[in-house]
């Protein structure tokens, strides 16, 4: 009697398609990428950053720094290292037509970085990214110093939370 109407099986079959994808959505695990249960925070807060070459590496450093402990400093005993090489380029993008001097133009500044197991030396991630900062130049040869000098830290800011976040993605997958 089940199965001679048709409407016994396709609510059976409905059920085990009901319980199938349950079973299914059970298996997924979303979570969100910088939580505390993933142990992703206590990682970031244990890199130790290679010593910067200039102004603007270290201003990626700090922001490293502040970024990967919250604030708390540099790890005493990290469990992994990370190795930078950040470079930068200043260029007038916009010329004026009558002096022919660049009155706006934009700050690359650029990192590539490797990220190692401190006793192993193993390599967990590895890349390079860049941030783009726009500069207007103005005529004042002092505050067109101090513009490219606030593009250099807004790009700088920019390119430590880009590293954090493939930092934090590869750890996060350990």
């Known amino acids: ?68 402990a919250g604030g708390a400093g540099e790890p005493q005993n990290a469990v992994y290292h990370l190795e930078m090489d950040v470079t930068v380029r200043t260029v007038g993008v916009l010329n004026d037509v009558r002096d022919d001097i660049a009155r706006s133009g934009r700050v690359t500044v650029t990192a590539d970085y490797n990220l190692t197991r401190a006793d192993s030396g193993e390599t967990l991630a590895s890349g390079k990214r860049s941030a783009v900062a726009m500069v207007d130049f103005p005529a004042q040869e002092f505050a067109k110093l101090r513009a490219v000098r606030d593009a250099e830290n807004r790009g700088a800011r920019e390119l430590a939370e880009l590293i954090r976040a493939d930092v934090a993605s590869a750890l996060a997958r350990r």
């Open 1 to 68: 009697m089940l199965l001679s109407d048709g409407t016994g099986l396709s609510r059976l079959a409905k059920a085990l398609a009901g319980v199938a994808l349950i079973g299914m959505l059970a298996g997924c695990q979303v979570r969100p990428l910088y939580s505390t249960p993933g142990g992703t925070e206590g990682k970031l807060a244990s890199i130790s950053i290679s010593e910067a070459g200039d102004r603007v590496e270290q201003q990626v450093r700090n922001d490293l720094i502040f970024l990967f």
